[in-house]
Nanobody
Framework: QVQLVESGGGLVHAGGSLRLSCAAS????????MGWFRQAPGKEREFVAA???????YYEDSVKGRFTISRDNANYTTYLQMNGLKPEDTAVYYC????????????????WGQGTQVTVSS
């Protein structure tokens, strides 16, 4: 089974940028749709972005134009480039494997990573 390890979170001022990485084990990585979700304190976990095995990407409305999801199948890694960060982007960000769905509605079938904290100060 694929195991996921996120990195790249941290503290940044509003307007700044961060790049999250999700390293996956398992040779079947390239077959799966990968995704990023986030959970802010007191809120439910929500979809952020997804990328299919062939590079089609989908985003939650509030991050469109600011966040970019990408993947490197040769190195089993998924990325989330976050620009123009806002305080409301503060959350624990989770990588997930093997998503099914479309648009902004996705279900995670595979494993989750442990999460990485992103904090945006105003």
């Amino acid at each position: 089974q694929v195991q996921l390890v996120e990195s790249g979170g941290g503290l940044v001022h509003a307007g700044g940028s961060l790049r999250l990485s999700c390293a996956a084990s398992g040779r079947t990585f390239s077959m799966y749709t990968m995704g990023w979700f986030r959970q802010a304190p007191g809120k439910e976990r929500e979809f952020v972005a997804a990328i299919t095995w062939n590079g089609n990407s989908y985003y939650e409305d509030s991050v469109k134009g600011r966040f970019t999801i990408s993947r490197d199948n040769a190195n089993y890694t998924t990325y989330l480039q976050m620009n123009g960060l806002k305080p409301e982007d503060t959350a624990v960000y989770y990588c997930a494997s093997d998503l099914t769905g479309y648009g902004s509605r996705w279900t995670v079938v595979g494993p989750w990573g442990q999460g990485t904290q992103v904090t945006v100060s105003s």
